[in-house]
């Protein structure tokens, strides 16, 4: 039996089947490469949902972890470490916001801004005591805890999941005026992915975001995006709402702040909105460690060194240009912003995962996102060369 197939049995006996992983074993991986226990070399189309944006094992942040490691390792918050302030501080100047409250995954961070806005409605805005709502919407995609999921609208998310925590209302996407409808008295907080990425790459149509920012500020809710995964230069630009007049009043993060080392996310608010926590009303024990704050600080500074903004809004267009040239009668349509790129295939194509397979074939890892569509969202760093032959490749695939 080969490697692959004895490891895949491993994962088969023992683990949860929480996930259906294409049948590749990965073992090793530099940049934009991974290489499968059986020597074969992929361009990694995924960036483990944009947490690699800096690409595998960059140098920079390796370092960074490797120095942390040799001088101290975990403290918890029930003291100061050395590391966190420079970290944050950090954070805080790439974001443009004053605070930030580091936590470990995205859907905590996600949880936390849940928390924030709740508090600041009954603490600033004047909500009665339980009856703060926050809008979120249809296809929305923020993780996977019992509250994130019970204000999903996807049936494998939440189904035999519930009971849920109530004070959530859903409206759809890329509609300002549903927005401002379903706003009442006790709304605290719009909470919105400024591009779904998990709904199949959904671009909203432009005005859009700084439309909910208007809304949300002649009525007094906070607007709160959460770009764990289309921020750190993901979108062409630091995060996806700069792409518009639409700065939040809370920015929930994750994924690449962690340069695919480490899980470090975080929330960050303007001061008046975040000093409504508390000595004992939130923490983690691993949020904000040394480890978390080296690789974030680190991972942040090559994000900037290396300019992979610019990076991946210039190649972002090229690479959707390619795509669009192939012009396969397969292809309903290539949408996407920066290197966040989905190719949705028409319905008589068939399902998406088949050509994922094929794409396996060609050496490149690509993920079907629902049944009719592929992202392709490769590490920042990847060359222009590289991104013009998967092109062809996906060609060849297509034809
Ligand atoms: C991945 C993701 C999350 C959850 O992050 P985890 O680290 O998996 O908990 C939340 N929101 C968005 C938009 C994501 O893509």
Same mark, same amino acid.
């Given at each position: 039996m080969s490697r692959t197939k004895e490891i895949i049995e491993l994962d088969e006996r023992y683990g949860a089947h929480n996930y259906h992983p294409l049948p590749v074993v990965l073992s090793r991986a530099e940049g934009p490469w991974v290489w499968d226990v059986e020597g074969k070399r992929y361009l990694d189309c995924l960036s483990a949902y944009s947490a690699v944006n800096q690409g595998h094992r960059h140098p920079r942040i390796v370092q960074a972890l490797k120095d942390q490691l040799d001088v101290l390792d975990l403290t918890s918050r029930a003291f100061h470490n050395d590391r966190m302030g420079e970290f944050l501080n950090k954070l805080c100047e790439y974001t443009g916001f004053g605070s930030a409250l580091p936590m470990n995954t995205g859907a905590e961070a996600v949880e936390t801004s849940i928390k924030l806005a709740r508090r600041w409605a009954y603490r600033k805005k004047g909500v009665p005591k339980d009856k703060a709502e926050i809008i979120v919407c249809c296809e929305n995609f923020h993780g996977r805890t019992t509250t994130i999921v019970g204000m999903s609208t996807d049936p494998d998310a939440y189904s035999d999941f519930g009971p849920f925590t109530p004070g959530f209302k859903i409206v759809p996407f890329n509609d300002a005026r549903a927005l401002d409808e379903a706003i009442t008295d006790n709304t605290a907080a719009f909470l919105v992915e400024p591009i779904q990425g998990e709904a199949g790459v959904k671009v909203p149509d432009p005005g859009y975001l700084s439309c909910v920012r208007r809304v949300c500020s002649e009525k007094n809710v906070l607007l709160m995006f959460?770009?764990?995964?289309? #921020?750190?230069?993901?979108?062409?630009?630091?995060?996806?709402?700069?792409?518009?007049d639409a700065r939040p009043d809370v920015l929930v993060v994750g994924k690449a702040l962690g340069g695919g080392l480490y899980p470090v996310s975080g929330v960050l608010a303007d001061r008046e909105i975040m000093d409504?926590?508390?000595?004992?009303s939130h923490g983690s024990?691993?949020?904000?460690?040394p480890m978390a704050s080296a690789v974030g600080l680190a991972s942040i500074q090559v994000l900037e060194d290396e300019r992979l903004d610019e990076r991946a809004e210039r190649l972002g267009e090229r690479f959707m240009d390619a795509l669009r040239a192939i012009?396969?009668?397969?292809?309903k349509e290539v949408r996407g912003k920066g290197l966040l790129v989905a190719l949705e295939l028409k319905?008589?194509? #068939?399902?998406?995962r088949p050509y994922c397979y094929k794409l396996i074939e060609e050496g490149i890892l690509a993920k079907d996102t629902h049944a009719q569509t592929i992202r392709f969202a490769p590490?920042?760093?990847?060359g222009a060369d590289v991104l013009d032959s998967a092109a062809g490749a996906i060609g060849r695939v297509l034809a």
């Open positions: 959460d770009e764990v995964q289309t #921020g750190f230069c993901r979108t062409g630009k630091r995060f996806a709402w700069m792409h518009e409504v926590f508390t000595p004992g024990t691993f949020g904000g460690n012009g396969s009668p397969k292809v319905e008589e194509a #068939g399902p998406a590490p920042l760093v990847v």
